[in-house]
């Protein structure tokens, strides 16, 4: 994977809310107040045509392997509940 900015991906809210346990219409306002943040990751050689997105969001971490249209082929969550999120689980 390389870091990347895709211009065309949108990933729908409900994944979000239900990766991070949210409701949905709350998405928009955490993405909006910089609760919600993101990495971008385009695939090269064997996940060409993949992007690897990384949201953060309190203490958890949320990955979502999409395809180029964006729809979510494999997801991954790591939650440290009332524990704050390593430093290292925000660096990739």
């Not at 211009?7 to 107040?33: C, H, K, M, N, S």
């Not at 609760?35 to 990384?54: F, N, P």
Request: charged share 25%; glycine share 8%; hydrophobic share 40%.
């Amino acid at each position: 994977m390389t870091n990347a900015a895709p211009q065309d991906i949108e990933i729908d809210a409900e994944v979000l809310a239900e990766g991070f346990g949210i409701d949905p219409t709350l998405v928009q306002e955490e993405l909006r107040a910089g609760a919600i943040t993101s990495r971008a990751y385009r695939g090269i050689g064997a996940d060409e045509g993949t992007w690897q997105l990384v949201f953060f969001y309190r203490n958890a971490r949320l990955t979502v392997i999409t395809d180029r249209s964006g729809r979510p082929l494999r997801r991954s969550l790591i939650d440290f509940g009332a524990r704050p999120l390593p430093t290292a689980l925000r660096r990739r």
